[in-house]
Nanobody
């Protein structure tokens, strides 16, 4: 099984940037799809971005396209979410996820999850 640990969350003013990190344990990284989701209070969890660890093909949700991007360091089994031009509506708990054949449109299709890291954006 895959263990995921997120880091890099915090508080930032609107227009600022943060980079979230997710480190995967074990030796299964290269055959996984890695993704980022976020969940604000009283809202459903939504998919933000994903990356195929073997091909490095990525997909970014329209709501953050142009401001966020996903990347990886294959050697350290770490996936990053670079968040630029942050807005107050980006405030949420951000979760790292992994799966073998998941769908970014369906959180239920991702079997492995980190505990989350909080991002708070103030105006």
């Amino acid at each position: 099984q895959v263990q995921l640990v997120e880091s890099g969350g915090g508080s930032v003013q609107a227009g600022g940037s943060l980079r979230l990190s997710c480190t995967a344990s074990g030796q299964t990284y290269r055959r996984n799809v890695m993704g980022w989701f976020r969940e604000a209070p009283d809202k459903e969890r939504e998919g933000i971005a994903q990356i195929y660890t073997t091909t490095e093909d990525i997909a970014i949700a329209d709501v953050v396209k142009g401001r966020f991007t996903i990347s990886q360091d294959y050697a350290t089994r770490t996936v990053y979410l670079q968040m630029d031009n942050l807005k107050p509506e980006d405030t949420a708990m951000y979760y790292c996820a992994a799966g073998h054949n998941p769908d970014l449109r369906s959180a239920q299709s991702w079997p492995y999850w980190g505990r989350g890291t909080q991002v708070t954006v103030s105006s």
